[in-house]
């Protein structure tokens, strides 16, 4: 039987080829002697410098790196609108989430709808503008927070914040602002609890809110409800504590009044003006707001006499007029008194009309308020031309031109250039007439030379024409008779007297 070989140990340069070939480190024991105490080598594998220097850097920039949650990490991700909807649903805020969401979906909408012309393609969307939408997500969920636990003046008053804060935010954010003033009427209208207050600030709201966008109508509507419900509740203060909220409704329903009333008085409809001018002046009344009650009676004046009424007119005007001494209202006492001039015409009673446009002539000179004071010496020099003095209707006109032509008014300087050409005119119309009739050389040359000069020589008296005797004989029959020609004086362009020979 054959014997049993020993195993072939491996030699050190076996060992240290393998250990090279791995990435671990290995332990070798020596075998230099059996019998000697073994040692143990550590190999590794040997990296060059530089690349050992790399890797200890990209060590200490991952040590400095915090770690991030899935949450961070999504906002890298993600965009800023899905993070949002994000949150608010995982809040459980559905209402919230769908108003945000509509919010956003008819913006795009109405921007696709009007195209990339429109100046809605100018406007920051909602998505690019994470502060407003972080403002409706906090005040949002606290109303939906508050509905939940039925308390709905809370959530009427977070709807309110979000209302007042994007009024304040320019015209390009109205459309929200008129969203969220909806929807406290929405919600103010369901309240019942506190008789009706909130509804009633709602409902004023609304109507500010339709009034800024120029439909009158339908802020009248909402007004009309404002007054309705603070109607008998004189315990009911504004915010400020001015005045009561019915005072402010009758005051907001007078101003919706008198600019409806303008509008249908610029379509032609004279009566439908009157009777929401009547409706106004009702109102101011009511409201006691002195101001307005005097500024709604003097247009429920004018408006009397425009309709034929000067005797009605007359009443309110008169009203106006104290009530503006009352305020010392410089600027108001002169319209007042312009319009009383012009009612008294119509009544008849040219010196009254002549007296209170005189005193408006002086109140303009004392304020000097020149645009009043042109507009004063016209309308005084208008009713003196009526009147036949048109010495004095030119000297107003003229006034007024000048103050005009100074102010650099195109239209008062072309309007009283006109009414000066007219009135002097008709200064010299009479003598011009007499003129005519006469028919005489003299005449006509005077006619002749105002036509080239343009002065007025027509008051002065005609000179009287001379008389030069003229011999004629008649060779026949030896007669001889005495002619008597007239030889009229002339004047040239320079002044000098010619005669006029007409020769035999």
């Not at 991700?77 to 649903?89: A, G, I």
């Not at 002169?334 to 040219?350: H, M, W, Y």
């Not at 026949?476 to 004086?489: F, M, V």
Request: with cysteine.
């Amino acid at each position: 039987m054959a014997a049993i070989l020993p195993a072939i140990q491996p030699s050190n340069s076996q060992i240290l080829a393998s250990t090279l070939d791995s990435s671990e480190p290995k332990v070798v024991s020596s075998l230099t002697s059996k019998n000697a105490p073994v040692r143990e080598i550590v190999l590794r594998k040997r990296l060059p410098r530089y690349d050992q220097r790399f890797r200890e850097k990209q060590q200490q920039l991952r040590s400095l790196v915090p770690r991030l949650t899935v949450r961070q990490t999504a906002e890298f991700r993600n965009t800023y609108k899905h993070r949002l909807c994000s949150e608010v649903l995982e809040g459980g805020y559905h209402r919230t989430f769908a108003e945000l969401f509509g919010l956003i979906r008819t913006q795009m909408e109405n921007r696709m709808q009007v195209g990339p012309e429109s100046s809605l393609w100018l406007q920051k969307v909602l998505t690019d503008e994470p502060e407003k939408l972080e403002m409706m997500k906090k005040y949002l969920i606290e109303a939906e927070i508050a509905t939940l636990k039925k308390q709905f003046v809370r959530a009427y008053e977070c709807h309110r914040v979000l209302a007042q804060y994007f009024q304040s935010s320019g015209a390009e954010y109205k459309w929200l602002a008129d969203h969220f003033i909806h929807n406290c009427l929405v919600r103010g209208s369901a309240i019942t609890e506190d008789g009706g207050k909130v509804s009633a600030d709602a409902h004023c709201n609304m109507g500010l809110s339709l009034e800024e966008s120029g439909k009158y109508a339908v802020a009248r509507i909402s007004f009309q409800g404002f007054y309705q419900l603070t109607k008998d509740k004189p315990d009911w203060m504004t915010a400020d504590g001015s005045m009561t909220m019915h005072s402010q409704a009758c005051i907001h329903l007078a101003r919706m009044f008198m600019i409806i009333a303008e509008q249908k008085y610029a379509e032609g409809d004279s009566d439908a003006s009157l009777s929401c001018l009547k409706q106004a002046h009702e109102m101011a009344c009511e409201g006691g707001d002195g101001k307005q009650i005097a500024e709604t009676g003097y247009c429920l004046g004018v408006a009397h006499e425009r309709n034929g009424d000067p005797e009605t007119a007359l009443v309110f005007l008169q009203s106006y007029l104290e009530s503006c001494r009352a305020i010392r209202d410089s600027r108001g006492i002169g319209k007042a008194c312009d319009a009383i001039a012009r009612s008294c015409d119509s009544c008849g009673r040219p010196d009254e009309s002549i007296r209170h446009l005189q005193m408006f002539i002086k109140i303009s000179e004392d304020i000097k308020d020149d645009e009043a004071l042109s507009q004063a010496c016209r309308s005084l020099g208008i009713r003196y031309n009526a009147l036949g003095r048109y010495d004095q209707a030119a000297s107003y006109f003229e006034k007024s031109y000048n103050i005009s032509r100074a102010g650099s008014e195109t239209d008062s300087v072309s309007e009283a250039r006109a009414l000066l050409g007219i009135a002097k005119s008709h200064s010299m119309l009479k003598d011009y007439v007499r003129h005519v009739e006469d028919s005489g050389w003299p005449s006509v040359t005077r006619m002749i030379s105002w036509k080239d000069s343009r002065a007025n020589h027509f008051d002065k008296p005609l000179e009287a024409a001379k008389t030069v005797p003229v011999n004629s004989s008649n060779e026949e029959s030896g007669n001889t008779k005495q002619e008597i020609r007239i030889i009229p004086e002339s004047k040239t362009h320079d002044g000098s007297k010619t005669e006029a020979n007409n020769g035999e």
